[in-house]
C-alpha cells in the first residue's frame, strides 16, 4: 500500500466553478430561445413574423458555429485533441458568443454577427491566457467598437428611452404602455434586452446558483431604479421613468449577463458594491444628458476601468469599510439623482 | 459527528521522541536496560531558550534508542521502552486542595504541559508569558467535520473546571470563558451550570456553518486582533492541567480521533503517548483494501498531510484523517471573490495570490499578508479547488524576501 500526499478532501461549502459555467450556460440557451420564440407573437411583429424568426435564428446559430468553430481552431493550437470530443471545451465560447450575438439588433447582417463573435473570442482568450483576467470586458468593448465602425448595421435606438429623453427635453411624446415594456414587446435596441419577466427568472436562478453575485447585479439595479425614480420625481413621472429605465436599454440584460461577469469585475465586498453603483450612476447620467440613451455599455466599460484602480487601492474588507463604502455610495447617488434631475428640468 | 470510543491496547513497546520540530536537541539521561517508571524524566529536550523533559509514559525497561520519521516526515531519534504492564508511578506530590502560583507552573513545567498546542490550533500554555483571557472550546475540531465530547464533559467536568481555576491562577486571570454548541445546551446544562457557579462564562456557538467562528469569537470576548494574550485552549488540556497539580498525574494517554474512508473504523481512540499510528489502525480494524492512501494529520484547515503511518502519537497529536487518495483537479481561478468574503482577519486573499502571480512583491506587503493566520478557510470555500491558502503563504515568505529588498 502506498501513501501519497494530497489536498485535503474537503466538501466545500460553494458551487464548483465549473457547475456554475454549466449553469450559466443553460440560461443563455434558455434565453436565446426564448427571445426566438416569443417575439413573433408579439403584435410589433405580427406582419412579418416569418422573416424576424428566421434572421433571429440565423443570428443565434451564426453564434454558435462562429464561437465552436473558435474554440475548435485554439484547441487545434494548443495540441489538445481529447478536448476536442468534450462538450465542456466549448461551453464558455459558446456563452460567449450567445450572449455577444443577444447584444446585436434584428437587422444586424449576418457577417457582423460573425465578424463579432470570433473576435470577442479571440480578445476573451487573449485575455486569460495573459492576465487571467480581462482588463475590458470583451463583449462589451466589441459591442462598443462596432457601434463606432458600423453605425449604420449596428443601431442602439430604443425607443422607450428615446421618447424618455423627449420628455426630459419637454417633448411630448406619447409612451409605450408599461405591459408592452414589460414583455418586451417594442422596437428595441437587441434582441436580448427583452421580457423582463425572463430575464427576471434568469437573474433569481443564477443568483440562487451563485453564478452572477447578487451584491453587484442587485445593487446596480437597486440604483438604477433609484436614479431613475428620483429623476422622474422632477418631472412628475416617477414610475414611468422607473419602469422605462429598468425594463429597457439593456439595464437588465447588463445586470444579468454583463455587470457581474468575474473577470471584469471586482473581488471584494466592497469594491464590488462601488462598482455597481458607478455603473449605474453613469448609464443614467448618460441617459438623461446625451442623446446616447443606452448608456449601460459605455458604463460599463468606465466599471471595469474603475475595477483596475480599485483593485490597486483597496487592501482590506471589513465591517467598517463595508459601511464606509454604502454611506458613501448613498450619498453620491443621492446627489447625482438630485443634480441630473435639477439638470433636466432646467 | 464521531460517537465511537476505542480504548486502544497499551502497546507492548513505547516509542518516545527525543527531540521535536521546535526543541531540537536531546541530552539523554538514562541507558539501555535501565527501569524506568511512568513519569521518569529519560531525557531533556531543549533549544536556545528552553528545556523540558521527555517522560516515560509506561513502566519498564530501556532496550535502546532508534531513528524513526515522526509526523514532520523527519527522522529523529527515539527512545524505546519495553512496556512490563505494571503502571509503575514515580511519586509525584499531589496538591488536592491550596496550591500556589509556582506549584503549578512548576509541575506543568515538569510534564511539559505547557506545549500542548495540538498542531498549531491552539495557542501553546506559555506560562512565563502575560495572559489576560482564558477560552476553552469544547468543540472537537476536525474541520470541516465537527464533533463534540457531551459525555467526556460531563464526566470530567470538576476537572476541566477546576483546570481552568488553576490556569487562572496562573496568569491571575478573571476574563475565563467557555465554548459550546448551541444544539448542546440541554445535554450540557449540569456542566453549564457549574461553569456559572465558579464565574466561567459560556458563550454558545452556531456550527451549521464554516466561516471562521474561534477567531471572531475570540476576537468578540477579547475586543483584540491578535491572540498574543489569550489562552486558547481546549478541555483535553484543562484535564491534563488537573490531573497534573491535583493528582501528581503526568499524561499518559492522548485522545485521537480517526476518521477517513481508508480505514474500517472511525473512531476517538484513547491511545498511549508512544504509541506508533499504525498500531492503532490495527486495533481498530485496519485499512480498507485500497491501493493508495492520504494521510493527514490536524484539523483540514490548518494541518498538513504525512508520508508514513508509522508516526508516533504523541501529546501534541488529536486529530488523524486516512483517506483513499483521489486526484483532484484545479480549475482556473474565475474570482468569484468568496475566499476574500470567508476571510475572518480582513485581508484579501484573491488579491494577495493576484500579487505573488505577477511577482509584485511590495503590493503583496501593502495587502497585509502577515495578517494571515493560516486558517484555510479561503482554500475550503475556493469553486475551483485551489489552495488559496498555499499561495498566500507562499507570498508571505516571497513578500517579506522580496518585497522588501524590491522597495530598496
Not at chain 1, 412579418?48 to 443570428?59: E, G, P, S
Not at chain 1, 466549448?90 to 473576435?119: C, E, K, Q, R, W
Not at chain 1, 436614479?227 to 414611468?240: K, N, Q
Not at chain 2, 488553576?166 to 448542546?184: F, G, P, R, Y
Amino acid at each position: 500500500m502506498k501513501i501519497k500526499r494530497m489536498q485535503p478532501p474537503l466538501e466545500r461549502n460553494s458551487e464548483m466553478s465549473f457547475k456554475r459555467a454549466i449553469n450559466l450556460h443553460s440560461i443563455v440557451i434558455i434565453v436565446s430561445f426564448l427571445t426566438i420564440v416569443l417575439q413573433v407573437f408579439y403584435t410589433y411583429y405580427s406582419d412579418h413574423y416569418i422573416d424576424v424568426l428566421l434572421h433571429r435564428a440565423l443570428l443565434i446559430g451564426i453564434a454558435l458555429v462562429s464561437s465552436i468553430a473558435m474554440e475548435i481552431v485554439f484547441v487545434i493550437i494548443k495540441k489538445d485533441h481529447k478536448a476536442l470530443l468534450e462538450y465542456s471545451t466549448y461551453i464558455t465560447a459558446i456563452n460567449t458568443g450567445l450572449i455577444m450575438v443577444l447584444l446585436l439588433a434584428d437587422h444586424t447582417p449576418l457577417f457582423i454577427a460573425a465578424i463579432s463573435v470570433i473576435v470577442v473570442i479571440i480578445v476573451q482568450k487573449w485575455f486569460l491566457n495573459r492576465f487571467e483576467r480581462y482588463l475590458l470586458q470583451p463583449t462589451v468593448a466589441v459591442f462598443f467598437v462596432l457601434t463606432l465602425v458600423f453605425p449604420m448595421y449596428v443601431n442602439i435606438e430604443s425607443i422607450p428611452l428615446v421618447n424618455l429623453y423627449h420628455v426630459v427635453k419637454g417633448i411630448e411624446v406619447s409612451m409605450v404602455n408599461p405591459l408592452q415594456l414589460v414583455l418586451g414587446n417594442y422596437e428595441m435596441i437587441s434582441i436580448g434586452a427583452a421580457n423582463t419577466i425572463i430575464l427576471g427568472f434568469a437573474f433569481i436562478y443564477l443568483t440562487v446558483t451563485n453564478v452572477i453575485d447578487m451584491r453587484i447585479s442587485l445593487t446596480y439595479i437597486i440604483t438604477v431604479a433609484f436614479m431613475a425614480l428620483g429623476v422622474g420625481l422632477f418631472h412628475r413621472m416617477p414610475i414611468t421613468f422607473g419602469l422605462i429605465h429598468l425594463c429597457s436599454g439593456l439595464t437588465l440584460f447588463a445586470a444579468v449577463f454583463l455587470i457581474s461577469d468575474s473577470y471584469s469585475s471586482p473581488t471584494s465586498r466592497e469594491t464590488k458594491i462601488a462598482y455597481a453603483v458607478a455603473i449605474a450612476i453613469v448609464t443614467i447620467t448618460l441617459r438623461t444628458l446625451t442623446n446616447g440613451v443606452d448608456g449601460v455599455i459605455f458604463a460599463i466599460l468606465i466599471g471595469n476601468i474603475i475595477t483596475f484602480v480599485f483593485s490597486r487601492i483597496i487592501h482590506r474588507s471589513n465591517q467598517a469599510i463595508l459601511t464606509r463604502t454604502i454611506l458613501y455610495s448613498c450619498v453620491t447617488v443621492t446627489l447625482f439623482t438630485v443634480g441630473l434631475g435639477i439638470y433636466s428640468i432646467a | 459527528m464521531i460517537t465511537n470510543d476505542k480504548m486502544i491496547d497499551q502497546p507492548a513497546y513505547v516509542y518516545l521522541p527525543l527531540t521535536t520540530k521546535k526543541y531540537s536537541t536531546a541530552t539523554t539521561i538514562v541507558n539501555k536496560n535501565d527501569s524506568v517508571r511512568i513519569g521518569d524524566i529519560i531525557a531533556y529536550q531543549s533549544n536556545d531558550e528552553d528545556k523540558y523533559p521527555v517522560i516515560s509514559t509506561v513502566s519498564g525497561i530501556i532496550i535502546g534508542f532508534e531513528h524513526r520519521f515522526d509526523r514532520f516526515d523527519q527522522s529523529i531519534k527515539h527512545v524505546i521502552i519495553k512496556n512490563d504492564f505494571k503502571s509503575v508511578l514515580k511519586d509525584y506530590k499531589p496538591y488536592p486542595n491550596d496550591v500556589t502560583k509556582s506549584q503549578i507552573i512548576t509541575r506543568l513545567r515538569a510534564f511539559h504541559i505547557e506545549t500542548i498546542s495540538y498542531d498549531g490550533y491552539y495557542t501553546p500554555l506559555a506560562l512565563d508569558e502575560k495572559k489576560d483571557h482564558i477560552i476553552v472550546n469544547t468543540i472537537f475540531v476536525n474541520e470541516p467535520f465537527v464533533t463534540v465530547k457531551n459525555h467526556r464533559i460531563t464526566e470530567y467536568a470538576k476537572m476541566i473546571i477546576d483546570g481552568i481555576d488553576l490556569l487562572a491562577t496562573v496568569w491571575n486571570i478573571t476574563s475565563k470563558t467557555i465554548l459550546i454548541s448551541q444544539n448542546m445546551i440541554d445535554i450540557l446544562s449540569p456542566f453549564i451550570s457549574a461553569c456559572e457557579k465558579k464565574s466561567v462564562m459560556v458563550q454558545y456557538i452556531d456550527l451549521r456553518k464554516m466561516n471562521g467562528w474561534q477567531y471572531q469569537t475570540v476576537r468578540n470576548i477579547t475586543s483584540q486582533q491578535s491572540m498574543e494574550r489569550v489562552v486558547w485552549t481546549d478541555t483535553e488540556a484543562l484535564i491534563y492541567v488537573n490531573q497534573a497539580v491535583r493528582k501528581g498525574l503526568p499524561p499518559t494517554m492522548r485522545r485521537v480521533i480517526l476518521t477517513g474512508d481508508g480505514i474500517t473504523t472511525n473512531a476517538m481512540c484513547t491511545v498511549r503517548i508512544g504509541t506508533p499510528l499504525s498500531q492503532v489502525i490495527e486495533q481498530i480494524g485496519g485499512y480498507l483494501n485500497i491501493d493508495t492512501i492520504s494521510i493527514h494529520i490536524g484539523s483540514y484547515m490548518t494541518g498538513q498531510s504525512v508520508m508514513n503511518d508509522d508516526f508516533i502519537i504523541d501529546l501534541t497529536t488529536h486529530v488523524v484523517h486516512i483517506s483513499k487518495y483521489y486526484e483532484y483537479d484545479t480549475e482556473p481561478c474565475i474570482r468569484c471573490g468568496d475566499c476574500n468574503d470567508i476571510c475572518p482577519v480582513g485581508i484579501l486573499p484573491h488579491s494577495i495570490m493576484e500579487a505573488k502571480k505577477q511577482h509584485d512583491f511590495p503590493m503583496v506587503l501593502k495587502l497585509d499578508v502577515d495578517e494571515c493566520i493560516a486558517c484555510g478557510l479561503c482554500t475550503y470555500v475556493c469553486p475551483s479547488q485551489i489552495n488559496v491558502s498555499q499561495h498566500v503563504t507562499l507570498a508571505k515568505t516571497l513578500g517579506y524576501k522580496r518585497g522588501n529588498h524590491n522597495e530598496d
